[in-house]
Each structure stands twice: as C-alpha cells, then as structure tokens.
C-alpha cells in the first residue's frame, strides 16, 4: 500500500519560499507525484504534477531526486493567499482481492500558514 | 464550463435514514471517486469507479454504497446512516487513473453531512 508522509504544518511569512517535502518511500515504477491545495471548506485543487527531475508551473515547482522516494513542492514567495492544507498524492494498487487499479491514497496534508 | 456537482450540499439527518448524495460530471471522465475528510485525518477515499458499472472499494467502504449506472453520476448511498459518517465529503473525476494517478482530479464542492 502507497503511503506519503508529509509534516503535519509549517508557518512562514509573506515573500519567503516554502517547500514542503513528501516522503512516498514505497512509490511505484509508473506512479506520478500530484500535489493538491485546498482552502477551508473547499475541495481539493490541483497544483502540479511531476513523475522525475523538476517541473514548473506559474504556481510553483516539484522537485523528485532520481530514486523518486520524495518529492519538494516548492512555493516562491508566498502571501497570505496561499495559507491552505497541501497534500501529496501518488498511485496505489488495490489491498488483496480488488479489481483494479483506481486506488489512490491521500496523506494527511501540511497545513500552511502564511504570516503578514 | 467543466466542473464537478454535488447535492445537497449540505445535511442534517437522524440515524438509519438512507440517505443519497449525488455526484455529476459533464467532462465525460472515465474515472470517479467518493472522499471524507474528517478532522486530522486528511481525505479517505470511500469508492471509486474506473467506468460505468464497475466500482472498487477504498480505504474506507464500510456503511456505504456506490452505483455507476451512467458515466457521468456517481452517487453515493448511506443506506442506514449512523454518527460517525458525520463528515464532510467530496466527489471527484479524472479523465482516468493511470498510470498511477497521473490525470488531474476534478473535486466537488463537498457535502457536509451531520447524522444525529
């Protein structure tokens, strides 16, 4: 069974970067990396996704080192805006007896919050 | 304008009432899924459904069900519904789940359910 682990929260103040590693030790062969914000109340959006190396976006960056065990969602410059819960996602393969392969496992998400 | 819809969004109901909350996509996603999110303990996927008629269990199926009669509903069932599937929770679509998550996910708004 995929499992990510993330920190539980970190702070930071407007202007910093932020990164946010996820350990997924147990990633598989075709798993991509896919990372999510959600704001209170609201459902979960994507950000970015990357499967090795480093992508940017206009929102952000991922990191994944070569053995593709972690992963870095890097946020540069930060303001208030950004104060959310970031998850990290990647593939999962059904527990014994399942059919398919559609399983996917959240983990516990870094709550993140931006300081004026 | 593509997007994901859940009704109610919002419920308040007593125990054993079945109860069903609905899901609808117009992106003609092949994949869909049922999450809960509960204080500390992130986002749990109930079900998902890799097309129509076929359905696999999450991490969490226990007091519910799915149907996927048509591709773009996927409503789930609370068929006696007890306190701790007080909740909040999300339906999502992606064109589909391979490999290893690599599509986007689309969230609902999310359905706040309280069973007294």
């Known amino acids: 069974l995929a499992k990510t682990t993330q920190p539980i929260s970190m702070d930071s103040y407007e202007g910093q970067e932020v990164n946010i590693t996820c350990s997924h030790n147990n990633i598989a062969t075709n798993d991509y990396i896919t990372w999510y914000q959600q704001f209170p109340s609201q459902g979960p959006r994507f950000i970015i996704q990357?499967?090795?190396t480093k992508v940017t976006n206009e929102v952000a960056s991922l990191f994944i080192p070569a053995d593709r065990k972690s992963s870095t969602l890097s946020l540069p410059r930060v303001s208030l805006s950004d104060t959310a819960v970031y998850y990290c996602?990647?593939?999962?393969?059904?527990?014994?007896?399942?059919?398919?392969?559609?399983?996917?496992?959240f983990g516990q998400g870094t709550i993140l919050t931006v300081h004026p | 304008e593509a997007q994901v819809t859940q009704n109610p969004r919002y419920l308040i109901t007593v125990t054993g009432k079945k109860l069903t909350v609905t899901c609808s996509q117009n992106?003609?996603?092949?994949?869909m899924s049922w999450y809960r999110q509960d204080p500390g303990l992130g986002l749990r996927q109930i079900y998902y459904?890799?097309?129509?008629?076929?359905?696999d269990k999450g991490d969490v199926p226990e007091g519910y069900k799915v149907s996927r009669k048509e591709k773009r509903n996927f409503p789930l069932i609370l068929e006696s519904p007890s306190p701790n599937q007080t909740s909040l929770y999300f339906c999502a679509s992606s064109l589909s789940p391979y490999p290893g998550g690599r599509y986007e996910q689309y969230f609902g708004p999310g359905t706040r359910l309280t069973v007294t």
């Open positions: 990357g499967y090795k």
């Open positions: 459904s890799m097309n129509v008629e076929v359905t």
């Open positions: 992106m003609n996603h092949e994949y």
């Open positions: 996602l990647v593939g999962d393969k059904p527990d014994a007896g399942g059919t398919s392969y559609g399983k996917l496992t």
